[in-house]
């Protein structure tokens, strides 16, 4: 069970941190609920304590991994499938992972396709989703703003695709 204060990553949503555990009757069975504030937009979001594990709930990255995640995007050069159905199905079973390497490797391929060819409107909503799930793990593990994580991986990408 995580404890308030705790930073933890809600796959698909982001990482935050454990604000208050409380209590909830609904249909007349009372429930536990983590109260997550998340730093990207200051939402909170209600997981149940005893579906947390099931969902993919994880404590954060440590300040090291997220130097390796960076390292990862920067050297990360996978095939893209050229069907984009297949695509969009392939990336959100890699989001919903919960794995920030999986996650990082999306985060690149959607950016590398947005530069050499505009995104559909459903990659570009996935494409914002695992831009705020890196941005949000990465800026709670290294106490660095939003802004700043953004801009590095905005010149990880540069650099990359100049190789």
């Not at 698909?12 to 609920?33: D, L, N, S, W």
């Not at 690149?108 to 050499?116: E, F, I, P, S």
Request: charged share 30%; proline share 2%; with cysteine.
């Amino acid at each position: 069970m995580y404890k308030v204060g705790e930073k933890i990553l809600y796959p698909m949503h982001g990482a935050g941190i454990v604000e208050a555990i409380e209590t909830q009757e609904i249909f007349g069975e009372e429930r536990e609920y983590y109260v997550l504030k998340m730093p990207m937009d200051g939402m909170k979001v209600k997981i149940p304590v005893d579906n947390a594990e099931n969902i993919g709930v994880r404590n954060i990255i440590s300040e090291s991994e997220a130097v390796k995640v960076m390292e990862y995007i920067e050297e990360y050069t996978g095939e893209v499938n050229s069907n984009w159905n297949k695509r969009y199905r392939e990336n959100i079973v890699h989001i919903k992972s919960g794995n920030i390497f999986e996650v990082a490797a999306v985060l690149k391929m959607l950016m590398c396709r947005d530069r050499q060819k505009s995104l559909s409107s459903g990659e570009r909503k996935m494409f914002a989703s695992a831009k705020q799930i890196l941005n949000s793990e990465i800026m709670l593990s290294t106490d660095v703003s939003a802004k700043d994580v953004e801009e590095q991986l905005n010149s990880i990408i540069d650099r990359s695709l100049e190789k």
